[in-house]
């Protein structure tokens, strides 16, 4: 399990259109010593992006969904580490996304310690590695 070095405070970007769900992943990754950052969906994200070590993206978002997000990422060279989040399973959609430059899939619900599993799995040291300011 993924151990938080304690002069180190890592920043988890949340973005999902559904409040509750938002809400509850940021209570978990708070009392677990991380930073979050909410966005209620990719446009939000994308006007005010933070310093995140790694992202959890929700699949299924109206409009512009999760692997949009993802794809313009990509292309535009941000290689942040992404967890992506869905609940409806497609076939071969695991593969796409796992696929994807530094994306895991992780279906939902999800469980807490699934969720930290992926973090955990997706952190990487130079990104996540910068003190706190």
Do not use: N, W
């Amino acid at each position: 399990m993924f151990v938080l070095e304690p002069s180190h405070i890592h920043r988890i970007g949340i973005v999902d259109d559904d409040d509750a769900v938002r809400d509850a992943i940021h209570i978990l990754l708070e009392t677990r010593g991380f930073l979050a950052s909410e966005y209620r969906s990719a446009q939000d994200y994308l006007r005010a992006p933070q310093d995140d070590c790694v992202l959890l993206i929700d699949l299924s978002m109206a409009g512009f969904d999760g692997l949009d997000l993802v794809d313009l990422l990509r292309k535009g060279g941000i290689r942040t580490p992404i967890v992506v989040m869905t609940d409806v399973a497609r076939p071969g959609q695991a593969q796409r996304i796992s696929a994807m430059e530094r994306c895991l899939p992780l279906q939902k619900p999800v469980d807490s310690g699934s969720l930290l599993a992926a973090i955990a799995a997706s952190m990487d040291a130079a990104a996540c590695a910068s003190p706190a300011t």
